[in-house]
Nanobody
Framework: QVQLVESGGGLVQAGGSLRLSCAAS????????VGWFRQAPGKEREFVGS????????SLADSVKGRFTISRDNAKNTVYLQMNSLKPEDTAVYYC???????????????????WGQGTQVTVSS
């Protein structure tokens, strides 16, 4: 089992940047693929991006491509979501999630993730 804690959220002006961190404890983080999701008020949770165990393959939603990047440091048991050129529509609670069932495939469906963090709020003002 693994426990996930997100951090790095906050209030930022449009065009600004934030870096979210997803820190893991428990089993080694290198055993898990990790995804980032977000949920805005009144909307469904949506996929933002994911990274496989090794960090060699990532996938990003079309809405964030070119602005967000995902990376991981397994030695630090941490996955990062670098968010640049933020827009008001990026405002949401951001969650990280972990999956132990697949090694080389990026996972985009929330239902396929086993473990979730508590979320961190990102607010982008116009």
């Amino acid at each position: 089992q693994v426990q996930l804690v997100e951090s790095g959220g906050g209030l930022v002006q449009a065009g600004g940047s934030l870096r979210l961190s997803c820190a893991a404890s428990g089993r080694p983080f290198s055993n898990y693929g990790v995804g980032w999701f977000r949920q805005a008020p009144g909307k469904e949770r949506e996929f933002v991006g994911s990274v496989i165990r090794s960090g060699d393959l990532t996938s990003l939603a079309d809405s964030v491509k070119g602005r967000f990047t995902i990376s991981r440091d397994n030695a630090k048991n941490t996955v990062y979501l670098q968010m640049n050129s933020l827009k008001p529509e990026d405002t949401a609670v951001y969650y990280c999630a972990a999956d132990s069932s697949r090694t080389f495939i990026v996972i985009k469906k929330a239902s396929q993730y086993e473990y979730w963090g508590q979320g961190t709020q990102v607010t982008v003002s116009s």
